[in-house]
């Protein structure tokens, strides 16, 4: 098991923006940069949904297309260990908790595919 936590969520006005963060714990034996990352979200009585994804190496990126062009996912593979997801132009429709999730392997935006969770952090947009 690999531990994964999620930490930024908050309450943020439409319009407005937060970064969510995600570390990854990694070992000499397991490389953070072997860990494609995604986040997904569960809105109140919607299945989970994705939202992003990076490769281990940072150099490719998917999107959900209700995130694409406001959404941003990067990661730092040397410093922390941490990958980021910035929202910019945040909607009522994006309250949820969002999800990160690691797995050794290229990039999916397939849930079941992601073997390693963290617990969520609620972002509520408001009007």
């Known amino acids: 098991q690999v531990p994964v936590a999620e930490s930024g969520g908050g309450v943020v006005q439409a319009g407005g923006s937060l970064r969510l963060s995600c570390a990854v714990s990694?070992?000499?034996?397991?490389?953070?940069?072997?860990?494609?990352v995604a986040w997904f979200r569960q809105a109140p009585g919607k299945d989970r949904e994705f939202v992003a994804v990076i490769s281990g190496d940072g150099g490719l990126t998917t999107y959900a297309d209700s995130v694409r062009d406001r959404f941003t996912i990067s990661r730092e593979n040397v410093r922390d260990s941490t990958v980021y997801l910035q929202m910019n132009n945040l909607k009522l429709e994006d309250t949820a908790v969002y999800y990160c999730?690691?797995?050794?392997?290229?990039?999916?935006?397939?849930?079941?595919?992601?073997?390693?969770w963290g617990q969520g952090t609620q972002v509520t947009v408001s009007s």
């Open positions: 990694s070992s000499p034996t397991r490389a953070f940069t072997i860990y494609a």
């Open positions: 999730a690691g797995r050794d392997g290229p990039t999916t935006t397939q849930d079941w595919q992601f073997p390693f």
